[in-house]
C-alpha cells in the first residue's frame, strides 16, 4: 500500500476542560487525544470513569465548583501522568500539584501543572532530496528538529455553602498555555518545520443542592474557548531559470483553529429503595461555533467555518455494599454540525449563476449518533485497626461514533453522502493505599480503536493518517476513511495529604 500522512484537526481541545462530561466532543475520525489532558487526580477513572451514579471527591470539584462544599480538610495533592502512543506517534509527561480547601462556608482550590508533550518519530523532514536527489539546498538550514514541546496550565476554584439552604455554588477558570498539541506535528505531511502555539480558556459556574435522603442537583454552566496558531514551513522545488536547475525554496503557511462554547450540564441523583443502590440522571447541551477551521488535506474544500448543536441524555446506576463498589453509566449523544467554504470573489458556477463574495461554496451537513457505556468494579480491604485500607479497582469504556455526511457544492451542482462508524474501547485498571492521613493512588488504561485514519481515494491505495489528536475534530473526509490502528498507554501516580 502507498502510505503518506493526511491531515485532521481539532476543533475544540475539550479535554483542555477539566471533564469532559459536560463538554461533548465531536469527531469525523478515529482519533483520540483525551489522553494528554486528563492530568487532575481522580478515583472513578481506574473503575471505567463511571460519573453518573457515584460520588469522585478528588475530581469533582474540577468538574463542578459547586461540589467543593463536599472537602474535608485542606489536602495538598500531586497526580504525576506519564503516556506513549505505540507506532512511535509520541508520548508526553505532565506533573501538575495543587491544593484544595474549605474554612466554614467558603471553600477553594489553586492549581497548576507542567507538561512535555514528545513528537512522533515519524516525523523527518527528508521528502525534498528523495524526490530531487540533485536539487541544492540553497543555503536553507531549519536546524535540528525540535522532539519535545511544553505546556503549562494554572486552575483557580472558589465557591460557598449557603447556609440552611442546601445549597452551594462556585466558579472555576482553567487556564492552557499551548505550544504543543499532541498529533498536530503530523497533521502538516511533508513539513520542514511547525510551530504550535496559543491557549484554552475554560470558565464554569456550578450549582450544588442537597435534600435529605441523599438526593442532588448539580448545574453547570460552561463556556469554552480553544485559540490556535500553526505556523506550517514548508521547502518547495522549483526551476531556477537563471542556474538552469531545480532548486527549493521555503515558504510558511498560517493556519488558524478557532472554537468557542456554551454549555449547561445537569444532573441528578438519589437512592434506589434496595440498600446501597443509587441511580443518577444527566442532560448536557452545548452550543459550539467553528470561526475557523484549519486547512487540511483531507478535507476536500479549502476554507471551514461552522456551528454545532450537541446534547447527550443519560442514565447511571450504582451499588455500594460494605467495601464493595459497582457502576454502570449509558449515554446517548445525538448531535448537529454545519460546515462550509465561503468565497472571497464572486464565483461562477457551472450553471452560469455567480456567487456573491461571502456566499458558500460547499455546504456540509453532519448528523451523529453516538453513544458512550461505562462499567467498574472496586474492592476495599482493610489492612488494620488504625483504618488503613486498600483497594484495587478494573473498569471498560465503550464509545460508538456513529454519522452522516451530506455535502452540497454549489459551484459544480453536484452532492455526496458518506456514512462512517467506528468503536473505540478502553480497559482500565488501577490501586490504592489509604492511610488515615496519606493516600496514595495508582490508576492505568489503554485506548484502543483509535490510530492513524485516512481516506481512500477509489483506487488500489489506502492513505492512512499519522496523528493521535482525537476529542473534537470535524472535517469532511473526502473519501470512505482507512484505519491503522494505535493503542495509547497512560499511566497516573497521585498523592493526596492533609495540610494541617
Not at 514551513?233 to 456554551?262: C, K, S, V
Not at 452540497?408 to 492511610?435: I, K, N, Y
Not at 492513524?452 to 472535517?475: H, K, M, Q, W, Y
Request: some cysteine.
Amino acid at each position: 500500500m502507498l502510505k503518506r500522512a493526511l491531515s485532521v484537526s481539532c476543533l475544540i481541545l475539550l479535554g483542555v476542560a477539566p471533564a469532559s462530561a459536560q463538554i461533548i466532543t465531536i469527531r469525523t475520525v478515529p482519533i483520540s487525544q483525551a489522553h494528554q489532558f486528563q492530568i487532575f487526580p481522580s478515583q472513578m477513572v481506574p473503575m471505567g470513569d463511571i460519573s453518573i451514579a457515584v460520588a469522585d471527591t478528588l475530581h469533582d470539584p474540577f468538574s463542578n465548583p459547586a461540589t467543593g462544599s463536599r472537602l474535608g480538610t485542606a489536602r495538598f495533592f500531586g497526580s504525576p501522568a506519564v503516556y506513549s502512543v505505540s507506532e512511535g506517534a509520541g508520548g508526553g509527561r505532565t506533573l501538575p500539584i495543587g491544593a484544595l480547601m474549605k474554612t466554614g462556608p467558603w471553600y477553594g482550590g489553586l492549581a497548576v501543572a507542567l507538561q512535555e508533550v514528545d513528537l512522533s518519530r515519524a516525523v523527518e523532514f527528508a521528502p525534498v532530496p528523495f524526490l530531487c536527489p540533485s536539487c541544492p539546498q540553497g543555503g536553507i538550514d531549519f536546524g535540528p528538529p525540535e522532539r519535545s514541546h511544553g505546556n503549562t496550565y494554572a486552575f483557580a476554584m472558589l465557591g460557598r455553602d449557603l447556609p440552611g439552604t442546601g445549597i452551594s455554588i462556585g466558579g472555576s477558570v482553567l487556564y492552557a498555555g499551548l505550544h504543543a498539541v499532541d498529533g498536530v506535528d503530523l497533521l502538516y505531511p511533508g513539513n520542514a518545520r511547525l510551530k504550535q502555539y496559543g491557549h484554552a480558556i475554560d470558565l464554569r459556574l456550578g450549582l450544588l443542592k442537597e435534600w435529605t435522603g441523599d438526593r442532588t442537583l448539580e448545574a453547570v454552566l460552561v463556556h469554552n474557548q480553544y485559540s490556535m496558531t500553526h505556523d506550517v514551513f514548508y521547502l518547495d522545488l522549483f526551476w531556477d531559470p537563471g542556474a538552469q536547475q531545480t532548486t527549493q525554496r521555503p515558504r510558511m503557511e498560517r493556519n488558524l483553529d478557532r472554537t468557542r462554547i456554551w454549555g449547561l450540564h445537569l444532573e441528578y441523583e438519589r437512592p434506589l429503595p434496595a440498600p446501597g443502590w443509587q441511580i443518577g440522571f444527566v442532560g448536557t447541551a452545548n452550543r459550539m461555533s467553528h470561526p475557523k477551521i484549519p486547512n487540511y488535506e483531507i478535507m476536500n474544500i479549502p476554507r471551514d467555518p461552522g456551528n454545532s448543536s450537541a446534547f447527550n441524555v443519560g442514565v447511571g446506576v450504582s451499588r455500594q455494599y460494605r467495601l464493595s463498589t459497582f457502576g454502570v453509566d449509558v449515554i446517548y449523544e445525538p448531535i448537529w454540525s454545519h460546515t462550509w467554504a465561503d468565497s472571497d470573489i464572486p464565483v461562477e458556477t457551472n450553471a452560469g449563476d455567480i456567487i456573491p463574495p461571502g456566499g458558500m461554496t460547499i455546504e456540509n451537513h453532519f448528523r451523529f449518533s453516538n453513544a458512550v457505556f461505562r462499567m467498574g468494579v472496586g474492592q476495599d480491604v482493610k489492612l488494620g485497626d488504625d483504618g488503613t485500607v486498600a483497594g484495587l479497582q478494573f473498569g471498560l469504556s465503550l464509545r460508538s461514533i456513529h454519522y452522516w455526511l451530506d455535502q452540497r457544492d454549489h459551484v459544480q451542482l453536484s452532492s455526496r453522502d458518506l456514512e462512517e462508524s467506528w468503536v473505540e474501547w478502553t480497559p482500565t485498571w488501577g490501586a490504592a493505599l489509604r492511610f488515615p492521613e496519606l493516600e496514595f493512588r495508582y490508576q492505568g488504561r489503554v485506548t484502543n480503536g483509535t490510530g492513524r485514519p485516512g481516506v481512500g481515494n477509489g483506487g488500489p491505495f489506502a492513505i492512512p493518517e499519522a496523528a493521535d489528536l482525537g476529542s473534537t475534530i470535524l472535517v469532511a473526509p473526502s473519501g470512505p476513511l482507512t484505519l491503522d490502528e494505535v493503542r495509547v498507554v497512560t499511566h497516573q501516580f497521585s498523592i493526596s495529604l492533609p495540610l494541617r
